[in-house]
T-cell receptor, first 114, second 113 residues
């Protein structure tokens, strides 16, 4: 079945540690996204990528980094520079360049600080 | 000003009521618009796209006013299962990026028996 997979479902980070969240899709989508959601709030865009080896900052990119070496993979690293990383992280993908193409979401990763 | 703003909510309505959600966006060049629904701690799911002429899907009606940069969602005959957070979504423009997708903060709806 085609879809988008995020792992792990739950992740714990120690102070000063970098952690990486995985996102893989087999939908052959060009565009991929990372969003952060805090309790009771909407989704805020961290980074997005329209094509392999290219990505753009969203509204809250500070303290995060991404790579897009393969079309199907878009991992997110939460660095030690991100001082308040506890949140629900959602990865999404869509066909690029289509105005009304919907987003397909993974099931999310809950990141907490120990 | 935030790129996408919505009614703060929460909305608590009885079953069978009609409820309207409002959304405004700041970038006049935005290309496409959507309403997504999100249940607690789940991924958002597409409810409907919003077309210039307005569109309807069963009990749900979406309207777009490009001149006022305003989007609305109307739910008629509310069901208990409509309880969720409704997210207004705006997709990029030629100036920024066709693929940049911005979510509003969401409006929570609780339908009460």
């Amino acid at each position: 079945d085609g879809g988008i997979t995020q792992s792990p479902k739950y992740l714990f980070r120690k102070e000063g540690q970098n952690v990486t969240l995985s996102c893989e899709q087999n939908l052959n989508h060009d565009a991929m996204y990372w969003y952060r959601q805090d309790p009771g709030q909407g989704l805020r865009l961290i980074y997005y990528s329209q094509i392999v080896n290219d990505f753009q900052k969203g509204d809250i990119a500070e303290g995060y980094s991404v790579s897009r070496e393969k079309k199907e993979s878009f991992p997110l690293t939460v660095t030690s520079a991100q001082k308040n990383p506890t949140a629900f992280y959602l990865c999404a993908s869509s066909a690029s360049g289509h105005l009304y193409e919907k987003l397909f979401f993974g099931s999310g990763t809950q990141l907490s600080v120990l | 000003r935030k790129e996408v703003e919505q009614d703060p909510g929460p909305f608590n309505v009885p079953e069978g009521a009609t409820v309207a959600f409002n959304c405004t966006y700041s970038n006049s060049a935005s290309q496409s618009f959507f309403w997504y629904r999100q249940d607690c701690r789940k991924e958002p799911k597409l409810l409907m796209s919003v077309y210039s002429s307005g569109n309807e899907d069963g009990r749900f009606t979406a309207q777009l006013n490009r001149a006022s940069q305003y989007i609305s969602l109307l739910i008629r005959d509310s069901k208990l299962s409509d309880s969720a957070t409704y997210l207004c979504v705006v997709k990029g423009s030629k100036e920024t990026s066709y693929d940049k997708v911005i979510f509003g903060p969401g409006t929570s709806l609780s339908v009460i028996p």
